[in-house]
């Protein structure tokens, strides 16, 4: 590629390649979840913080964080150095990007699958350029730009927010539960954190873009650490009645008045709608541009905000017939997911992208993205499987005593 490269985003695979031997003598160890429920919008309930208690604002002066001693610039994708050297992992690079593509050219839909492997300069995918709608995909970005206010000392994550019923989103949001009972109640930050990465939660992930200053502030944010190919939407509501051609309403808010407004819709209007949406998501992202983000989060300091949010990942428990279900025991996932509406027969925004760690210590960071497929469930779950255990081979080929084959 050619053009300005304002950063230069050079992988030593030598000294990666040593790490992942030491770390495979050494015999550490990761074992990946195994109590993920089976949907992206499964009930949070289970590992949920007790229910909060309605409570006066907060009035004793927060306890701000120290700010992060390391900045966080990521990349565009075209400022990643391409490679045409050859090396001692070349035959096993190219034999995962044939089963990328064959896997890639099988699926009945528009989908964008990315890998970074970590003995390779190469970004190993197809249409990994292109954007593709994000869903809650984008709850990572509200998340990094609150940990980077956190990390400034502009917000600590101890800090109490007060939840309404005008909070109230559509779709998956089980912190809903505690408003049947009261108008209002009070969470922590980082509660509301963990409830809108680890269980997807709508009205948490749109409580805290409030926090963070609203959808310009993460639009400013990844501008502001120059990340190209990926755009933050205009919040939930908006986001969801665009799709669905409608306009939002605060009376939406109540009951299912979302879904039933919708229903009225006329389909010409809302499949127009769906294909504008498609064609120019809001909420777009590139899965080779994720996946660099995600390679340099875990190249910082514990205490960097884009580490701490990879930690926070970790414990993501949607998405279990996804990426997770194709991994081998002793690997672990840091990920998150997303999905988009139906309409029909059209299913959009099937999503999970996030850092596959084998048991040598050794990182892939994978994107798999589907705009749309007229595919169920089994199919769509079934390349993202199909990517992990391409993935999960390919380790196996370079370090074949890093781990024990089942």
């Not at 309930?45 to 004793?60: F, G, L, M, R, V």
């Not at 701000?64 to 045409?84: C, G, H, Q, R, Y």
Request: aromatic fraction near 6%; charge should be positive; charged fraction near 25%.
């Amino acid at each position: 590629m050619s053009g300005k490269r304002p950063f230069r985003f050079h992988v030593t695979r030598s000294l990666i390649g040593g790490i992942c031997l030491a770390a495979a003598i050494a015999g550490i160890t990761m074992t990946a979840n195994a109590s993920d429920p089976k949907a992206e919008k499964q009930s949070a309930t289970k590992s949920a913080p007790a229910k909060p208690k309605a409570t006066k604002p907060e009035q004793k002066k927060p306890n701000v964080a120290k700010p992060s001693a390391s900045t966080f610039t990521i990349p565009s994708l075209e400022d990643k150095p391409t490679n045409a050297q050859t090396n001692a992992h070349s035959a096993a690079d190219e034999k995962l990007r044939n089963e990328i593509d064959t896997l890639w050219k099988k699926f009945p839909g528009r989908a964008g699958i990315a890998i970074y492997t970590p003995f390779s300069d190469d970004i190993i995918g197809r249409r990994q350029t292109e954007r593709f709608p994000q869903q809650s995909v984008s709850k990572m970005w509200v998340a990094l730009t609150i940990l980077e206010q956190e990390a400034a000392g502009k917000l600590s994550l101890d800090k109490k927010i007060r939840v309404t019923r005008d909070d109230i989103v559509v779709f998956s949001q089980p912190i809903k539960q505690y408003l049947s009972s009261q108008d209002s109640f009070e969470m922590p930050v980082r509660e509301l954190l963990a409830h809108a990465i680890n269980a997807s939660d709508n009205l948490a992930n749109s409580v805290l873009i409030r926090v963070a200053g609203g959808p310009q502030a993460i639009n400013q944010m990844l501008d502001r650490r120059k990340v190209q190919s990926i755009r933050f939407g205009p919040g939930e509501v908006l986001l969801q009645s665009a799709i669905a051609g409608l306009e939002w309403r605060p009376e939406y808010r109540n009951g299912n008045g979302f879904k039933e407004q919708r229903s009225r819709i006329p389909m010409e209007k809302r499949r127009a709608a769906l294909e504008k949406y498609l064609a120019s998501p809001l909420d777009g992202a590139a899965p080779g541009t994720i996946v660099l983000v995600l390679k340099r989060f875990g190249e910082r300091a514990a205490d960097d905000p884009g580490a701490k949010l990879l930690k926070l990942m970790a414990g993501t428990y949607t998405g279990r017939s996804r990426l997770r279900s194709g991994l081998a025991p002793g690997w672990s996932l840091a990920h998150k997911t997303g999905t988009g509406q139906v309409l029909g027969s059209i299913s959009t925004a099937l999503n999970d992208v996030g850092v596959l760690k084998a048991p040598d210590g050794c990182r892939y960071q994978v994107a798999v993205m589907i705009a749309e497929t007229r595919a169920g469930r089994e199919v769509t779950n079934g390349l993202m499987q199909n990517v992990a255990h391409a993935v999960v081979r390919h380790h196996r080929e370079i370090h074949p005593k890093a781990e024990k084959t089942p």
